[in-house]
């Protein structure tokens, strides 16, 4: 069974993560939802979410795919966490599929793992990296980077990811059991 990391900090987009997760584990991958600190976290929307455990908890577990929610301060958040920025390096260096949405591939681009790739983002979230080649798409694929805009391609960009973790099949079982 493919296995996925979903971090959330203060302040994430509660929508994004929580799709993410939801549609990942409708699949049948295993989906560790990791807080950045221990407890329950407030999202950029107010809502109250209490991860199923903690970055440190897991920090030296092997997964298939790390995945970011955006959402404002959530994002700045995760870009501060020198973890953070360590396991996406860790995981880029092993061919591991690293994703973001919203504003989260400004975490990737501050990891320096977006340099001379394309990617998307929620608008203007990347002007402060010139060295990536920003795409207004609703997803980017680059080697084994995925991008995403934001809330509103959430439901797509999970969906994407459980394709890759799985197959084709699965993805349509999984969409088709949604009523899209």
Not at 148 to 168: C, H, I, Q, V, Y
Request: proline letters at 4%.
């Amino acid at each position: 069974m493919s296995s996925a990391l979903v971090l959330f900090a203060e302040g994430s987009e509660e929508l994004e993560a929580i799709t993410i997760v939801n549609i990942l584990r409708r699949g049948v991958i295993s989906v560790t939802f990791a807080g950045l600190t221990e407890g329950a976290l407030r999202g950029s929307r107010g809502i109250v979410i209490v991860p199923d455990t903690t970055l440190d908890a897991v920090f030296n577990q092997d997964f298939d795919l790390i995945v970011l929610p955006g959402g404002q301060p959530g994002t700045r958040n995760l870009k501060a966490d020198a973890r953070v920025l360590q396991l996406l390096q860790r995981f880029a260096a092993q061919g591991k599929l690293v994703a973001a949405i919203c504003a989260a591939p400004s975490v990737l681009a501050e990891a320096g793992l977006l340099n001379g790739k394309q990617a998307t983002c929620y608008p203007s979230c990347l002007e402060d990296y010139p060295q990536v080649h920003v795409q207004t798409s609703a997803m980017i694929e680059d080697g084994k980077f995925i991008t995403s805009r934001g809330p509103g391609t959430a439901m797509d960009f999970a969906l994407l990811l459980l394709e890759k973790l799985t197959n084709a099949s699965t993805r349509q079982t999984v969409e088709t059991a949604l009523v899209r």
